[in-house]
Structures are given as C-alpha cells and as structure tokens.
C-alpha cells in the first residue's frame, strides 16, 4: 500500500492565527483526496473534499497539487474548537478502502 | 446523515478471551463495511475489508484466524478478538459505505469505535 505522509506536528497557534499542513502522497493515479478530522479518542470524520480544482469552505480552503503530488488544508482565523488531528486520506480507487495518513496535530491556545 | 454504530464502545478483558464487535448501519444498507485499528499516536490501519455474503479480504500481515469477520447482512458486520493479548489492545474503527461504485466516491461513515484493552 503506498504512502501518505504528514508532518505529525503538533502545530501550536494562537487563536486567530492562520495555520496551513501539507501532504504527500505517492499514487500518481489516486483521483480522490480528502481532509479528515479527528478528535482524540473518537472517530474521523470527513471535513472536506479535495479536487483538482480546489475546494474552500467558510475558514477552510484545501488546494491539490498533481505535479508535486502534495495537497494542503489552509485554516484561517483559527478557533479554539479547531485543536485536533488532521488525517490527509486519500482513495486510491482502486477498490480498497480509504489510505490515511498519520494525522497532524493542531492546538489552538487562547 | 448516514449513522454507523459499534458495540460495545470500551471493553476490557482478560488475555486469552474472544471479544465480539459489532458495527452496524442504522439508516442504511452496507454491502461494504471497513474494519480499521489505530495504535495510539498512529494513523487508521485498514484489517480487513467485508462484503455482505462473502469472505472478508485481509490486509498483508492481519491474521484472518485471530481477527475473525462476519457480515451476514447488510446492516451488520461482527470482528471477533481470538484469544486477545494485551498487543491487540488498540481502537477498532468500523465504517460502512451505501454502494461501491468504482471511479465514483463512496464517501466512508464511521461508527464511533471501541477502545479494547485487553489486561
């Protein structure tokens, strides 16, 4: 199974601040990658979709680049609520299920 | 949205014991359904993946004796812990898609996991 790989982090930042992570990944051929979120002890849960085209939701803007094989997830004006464990998760579409990344930590300090 | 469930969602055993899970798909069928562990600190590491009516396809190096699958309906998919050693203690994700479509994005629901600590 090929790799996605994350900068584990963790990334500490105030409040308000802008905070960005990135992810490798090594299957030329995935179609689909997505942001999950995850808070500690429980499950993931999907936070958005990543396309060629980009995807921008409220504070969040996640962005795809196929040449350098990396997609990014770019928060703005970060929340204390925002503090958890980002999973890069991509689908290989291959017909098994979804390859996670280690996560990145992210705390947001008052 | 789409509900999955597991049961029971923390259970602590003796070594030598067979633990049962259980996940299920409350407002939905799922002839596919996932079954993930996670160490701590580590990413969802994918077991095995189960199809309704059919054998579970293992992952390379997840023991398909220890970590025994049953998906006898759409709604439910059972993982049963074989003589548990305190190594398998970790958090065991289930998730369950509607259809599997390729090139198309199944997107995943995940039940809530259950923490197995195994003494």
């Known amino acids: 199974r090929k790799e996605v790989e994350q900068d584990p982090g963790p990334f500490n930042v105030p409040e308000g601040a802008t905070v960005a992570f990135n992810c490798t990944y090594s299957?030329?051929?995935?179609?689909?990658f997505f942001w999950y979120r995850q808070d500690c002890r429980k499950e993931p849960k999907l936070l958005m979709s990543?396309?060629?085209s980009g995807n921008e939701d409220g504070r969040f803007t996640a962005q795809l680049n196929r040449a350098s094989q990396y997609i990014s997830l770019l928060i703005r004006d970060s929340k204390l609520s925002d503090s958890a464990t980002y999973l890069c998760?991509?689908?290989?579409?291959?017909?098994?299920?979804?390859?996670f990344g280690k996560g990145t930590s992210l705390l947001v300090t008052p | 949205g789409a509900v999955v469930s597991q049961h029971p969602s923390r259970v602590i055993c003796k070594s030598g014991t067979s633990v049962k899970i259980e996940c299920r798909s409350l407002?939905?069928?799922?002839?596919?359904m996932f079954w993930y562990r996670q160490f701590p600190k580590q990413s969802l590491m994918l077991m095995a993946t189960?199809?309704?009516?059919?054998?579970?396809?293992?992952e390379q190096g997840v023991e398909k004796d220890k970590f025994l699958i049953n998906h006898a309906s759409l709604t439910l998919s059972t993982l049963t812990v074989t003589s548990a050693h305190p190594e398998d203690s970790s958090f065991y994700i289930c998730?369950?898609?509607?259809?599997?479509?390729?090139?198309?994005?199944?997107?995943?629901?995940f039940g809530p996991g259950t923490r197995l600590t195994v003494l």
């Open positions: 998730s369950a898609i509607p259809r599997r479509e390729r090139g198309v994005y199944n997107e995943q629901f």
């Open positions: 299957n030329s051929a995935s179609q689909s």
């Open positions: 990543v396309y060629s």
């Open positions: 998760v991509e689908d290989s579409n291959s017909g098994y299920a979804l390859n």
């Open positions: 407002d939905f069928q799922a002839t596919t």
């Open positions: 189960s199809n309704e009516g059919s054998k579970a396809t293992y």
